[in-house]
Structures are given as structure tokens and as C-alpha cells.
T-cell receptor
Framework: AQSVTQLGSHVSVSEGALVLLRCNYS??????LFWYVQYPNQGLQLLLK??????LVKGINGFEAEFKKSETSFHLTKPSAHMSDAAEYFC????????????FGAGTRLFVKA | KAGVTQTPRYLIKTRGQQVTLSCSPI?????VSWYQQTPGQGLQFLFE???????NKGNFPGRFSGRQFSNSRSEMNVSTLELGDSALYLC?????????????FGEGSWLTVV
């Protein structure tokens, strides 16, 4: 069965520090991988996605993620955190099962300290 | 290009009532999926529709149902509401040039059952 695991339900960083949010997936078939961000009282916004090709993917707001097949990981990073990055982040994987089905990790809430 | 539109944004219902939520996908998207988001359970997949047919279904009781119209707009219905149905219901659409593997979310409908 496919699954997505996010390590750490809460991550706290100082403004200007590196952001690292971890995501691992389990799948018998190659998935498409995504990161979404959710600000309070809003829906989920697509940050970036990996489908095929280059394994380092750049997204919006300075975020990027690297697909590592050997580690079944898709960690999200940003070199320098900004106060506006405080939000909940969801890793997701999409699998084709007669139609694409997307499953989500439990989410990681990012806190940014001044 | 307009995003995914969900109505109503907020609603309060009484236990035992039923509710219908509406979703208009991004123009050109033919797949619509629904998710329930709660603090305890995270994002749970409800069902996915494509060309008016339910293609995938999550593990929710039969009280939760949906449909899709010929213009790709979708509705979901919850009958005999329970307190535990209080949640953010998110609609997402996919298709068009971005491909079916990438889903885009609406702002959600906040349902409170009292």
C-alpha cells in the first residue's frame, strides 16, 4: 500500500535559518510527488511538484525539494526562513489507479521565530 | 484563470440534518476530488469524479455522497449529520495542461455541526 510520512508534526526555526521539512513515501510504483502549503483558514496551495526529469525541483517562495529514489524521500528546503513562511506544509504523492489518487502526509506545522 | 471555487465557505448545521456543498473546478479540468480535513485525522480522501463518474472512493460511510455534472461542477452531500462531521471540506480539481496528476484546491467549506 502507498503511504506518505512526514517526520515531525512541528518544526521551529529562527528567521533567516535553513528550513528542512522531511517527507518519505512508500510505493510499489513510481509516484508523482508534491508539497502544498496551507495558511490559516485557507485551502492548500501547490508549492512544487516532481513528475519526471530533474530531481531537484524549485517551487514558489524560494522553496525547493529533491527527489531521492534510493531513500524514497522528497524533503523540502528553503535556505532562509521568513516570518511569512509560518504555515502548515503537506507532502503528497499521486498514484495512478485507473485515475490519479493523491494521498497526503499528516502535515508539518512550521513556526518561524523572530 | 479562475481557481477552484467552493460554496458556501462557512455553514452551521444541526445534528441529523443534511448538507450539500458545491465545487466549481478550474476551467478545463474534468477531474474533481473531495477531501475532509480535521485536526485529528488530517486530510482524508472522500471521492473523485471524472466525466460524471465516480472513479475512486475513500473509506467513508454511505452518508457521504457526491456527484458531478456535465459541466464538471461537483456537489457533495452529507446526510444525517453527526458532530464528528464538523470539518473543513476541500474540493480539488485536475486536468487540462497541468495533467491529471496535479490537483489544485479551493478555499474549502467550513462545516460546523451542533
Amino acid at each position: 500500500a502507498q503511504s506518505v510520512t512526514q517526520l515531525g508534526s512541528h518544526v521551529s526555526v529562527s528567521e533567516g535559518a535553513l528550513v528542512l521539512l522531511r517527507c518519505n513515501y512508500s510505493s510499489s510504483v513510481p509516484p508523482y510527488l508534491f508539497w502544498y502549503v496551507q495558511y490559516p483558514n485557507q485551502g492548500l496551495q501547490l508549492l512544487l511538484k516532481y513528475t519526471t526529469g530533474a530531481t531537484l525541483v524549485k517551487g514558489i517562495n524560494g522553496f525547493e525539494a529533491e527527489f531521492k529514489k534510493s531513500e524514497t524521500s522528497f524533503h523540502l528546503t528553503k535556505p532562509s526562513a521568513h516570518m511569512s513562511d509560518a504555515a502548515e506544509y503537506f507532502c503528497a504523492a499521486s498514484f495512478y489507479t485507473g485515475g490519479f489518487k493523491t494521498i497526503f502526509g499528516a502535515g508539518t506545522r512550521l513556526f518561524v521565530k523572530a | 484563470k479562475a481557481g477552484v471555487t467552493q460554496t458556501p465557505r462557512y455553514l452551521i448545521k444541526t445534528r441529523g440534518q443534511q448538507v450539500t456543498l458545491s465545487c466549481s473546478p478550474i476551467s478545463g479540468h474534468r477531474s474533481v476530488s473531495w477531501y475532509q480535513q480535521t485536526p485529528g485525522q488530517g486530510l482524508q480522501f472522500l471521492f473523485e469524479y471524472f466525466s460524471e463518474t465516480q472513479r475512486n472512493k475513500g473509506n467513508f460511510p454511505g452518508r457521504f455522497s457526491g456527484r458531478q455534472f456535465s459541466n464538471s461542477r461537483s456537489e457533495m452531500n452529507v446526510s444525517t449529520l453527526e458532530l464528528g462531521d464538523s470539518a473543513l471540506y476541500l474540493c480539488a480539481s485536475s486536468g487540462g495542461t497541468a495533467g491529471e496528476n496535479t490537483i489544485y484546491f479551493g478555499e474549502g467549506s467550513w462545516l460546523t455541526v451542533v
